[in-house]
């Protein structure tokens, strides 16, 4: 199997104001990310309701692919397989990222899968931001 990525949205459409939001909210460059393994993409999305995997064209200027070297794909895609059919965490996004407050929202953000699938504890994963999973892995391959 080839490597884990991880995959980084920009928003870039005038028209995509919810992913604007977001990265005005997290204070963020980035509004969504994707684990990326063999071509699928893993992650979860508001559009396409929860958890899921699909192929994307990540070739484009909106997209920033990073190697994850210290991940496993195989354990990735076990957790993956673990969380895959939840919903998207609504009420995660409004609570934790708009209105700072904790809520513990069975739904999970597209950064909060990805940290789960890149073997962040769940403790850590829940409410993070693209932003802040950013930081994380740029600084963990840094090492």
């Known amino acids: 199997m080839a490597g884990v990525q991880l995959a980084l949205y920009k928003p870039h459409r005038a028209m995509d104001i919810g992913g604007r939001l977001i990265c005005f909210w997290t204070r963020s460059r980035y509004s969504h990310v994707e684990v990326v393994i063999d071509g699928m993409c893993y992650s979860s999305s508001l559009r396409d309701g929860g958890v899921r995997k699909k192929v994307i064209d990540l070739d484009r200027p909106h997209w920033r692919v990073i190697p994850i070297t210290w991940r496993d794909d195989e354990a990735a895609l076990r957790m993956f397989e673990r969380y895959n059919g939840q919903p998207y965490g609504y009420c995660d996004l409004i609570a934790q990222h708009v209105l700072r407050l904790p809520i513990d929202d069975p739904g999970l953000l597209c950064s909060e899968l990805c940290a ?20 994380y892995v740029e600084m963990r391959n840094a090492k």
Do not use: F, H, I, Q
């Open 116 to 135: 789960l699938m890149l073997g962040l504890p769940e403790s850590t994963a829940r409410g993070m931001s693209p932003g802040a999973l950013v930081d």
